[in-house]
């Protein structure tokens, strides 16, 4: 089945450093979703992106749609404690279903 | 806006038994909701699309006999694990789909003793 893999797979910084992860498909996806997972609770959507080569700001959050369609890109700048938990991409497919095949996550630890 | 809630938020049972989950959107109507389940430090596999009045769609290996899905209103979505074994300990989580965005629940930790 379609798989996303995640890059790095955990990370552990300083406060204040900034934070890149990326994620890999081998197939072509027209939507690219990023979600963070708080521990014990359901995953909460951070950034979509709908076009290739889009470049998309949340506060400190900064995603990017691959101009190949395979993969995406997240940055956390000046990251904060409260920036920990499992961060996941995800792509809609099954047509009209619109169902989520998630990422293997990257894991963000945030040292004060 | 778009909050969806779970019920339980966690249970703990004997093998053998059934688990009921209730999945709800508070403040919308969802036709279509989604379970998934997730084991530690893992990611969420999707295991079946519920849809309002019809048959709950499964995956490829899910069982839909061990986890029955009923969908009655356009606000409930809820989820049985019958005769549960500690293998089907788990995270469970639903979303609900609101225009074409999923909306999360906030989990059900289920523990089979």
């Known amino acids: 089945g379609q798989q996303l893999n995640q890059s790095p797979q955990s990370m552990f910084i300083q406060e204040g450093e900034d934070v890149s992860m990326n994620c890999t498909s081998s197939s072509i996806f027209n939507t690219w979703l990023w979600y963070k997972q708080d521990p014990g609770e359901g995953p909460v959507l951070l950034i979509a992106l709908y076009k290739a080569g889009e470049l998309t700001s949340n506060g400190r959050l900064t995603a990017q749609f691959g101009i190949t369609r395979k993969d995406s890109f997240l940055n956390i700048s000046a990251s904060i404690p409260s920036d920990v938990g499992i961060y996941f991409c995800a792509v809609p497919w099954g047509g009209a279903t619109n169902k989520l095949i998630f990422g293997t996550g990257t894991l963000l630890a945030v040292q004060p | 806006g778009a909050v969806v809630s779970q019920h339980p938020s966690w249970v703990i049972c004997k093998s053998g038994t059934s688990v009921k989950i209730e999945c709800r959107s508070l403040?919308?109507?969802?036709?279509?909701m989604f379970w998934y389940r997730q084991f530690p430090k893992q990611s969420l596999m999707l295991m079946a699309t519920?849809?309002?009045?019809?048959?709950?769609?499964?995956e490829q290996g899910v069982e839909k006999d061990k986890f029955l899905i009923n969908h009655a209103s356009l606000t409930l979505s809820t989820l049985t694990v019958t005769s549960a074994h500690p293998e089907d300990s788990s995270f469970y989580i639903c979303s609900a789909r609101q225009f074409y965005e999923q909306y999360f629940g906030p989990g059900t930790r289920l523990t089979v003793t």
């Open positions: 403040d919308f109507q969802a036709t279509t």
């Open positions: 519920s849809n309002e009045g019809s048959k709950a769609t499964y």
